[in-house]
């Protein structure tokens, strides 16, 4: 099994900054992509950003410009550094990475989500 665990989330104003961070652990034999979603209330989950362990990129369209993945492989990390943020950007940030252990096929693992609220 692979399990994520996030940190980092909090209550920022509007123009602020926050740095997310998110570690995988377990028996992984082989780490893919990395990244992060995020669910606003009454919303669906939706697509933040990814990197591939070749450090190719995706970013939504809402995110561009202010915020950048990065990933430390040796590290299992993945992190989400948010510039600019704006209270839209208020939402529960989930940890995703696909990966396979000596066991399992290569599947999606997420973490357990961490808050992050924008507002004065």
């Known amino acids: 099994q692979v399990k994520l665990v996030e940190s980092g989330g909090g209550l920022v104003q509007p123009g602020g900054s926050l740095r997310l961070s998110c570690a995988a652990s377990?028996?992984?034999?082989?780490?893919?992509?990395m990244g992060w979603y995020r669910q606003a209330p009454g919303a669906e989950r939706g697509l933040v950003a990814t990197m591939t362990s070749s450090g190719t990129t995706n970013y939504a369209d809402s995110v561009k410009g202010r915020f950048t993945i990065s990933r430390d492989n040796a590290k299992n990390t993945v992190y989400l550094q948010m510039n600019s943020l704006k209270p839209e950007d208020t939402a529960v940030y989930y940890c995703?990475?696909?990966?396979?252990?000596?066991?399992?096929?290569?599947?999606?693992?997420w973490g357990q989500g961490t808050q992050v609220t924008i507002s004065s």
């Open positions: 377990g028996s992984i034999f082989r780490l893919y992509a």
């Open positions: 995703y990475c696909s990966a396979q252990t000596a066991t399992i096929a290569p599947r999606a693992y």
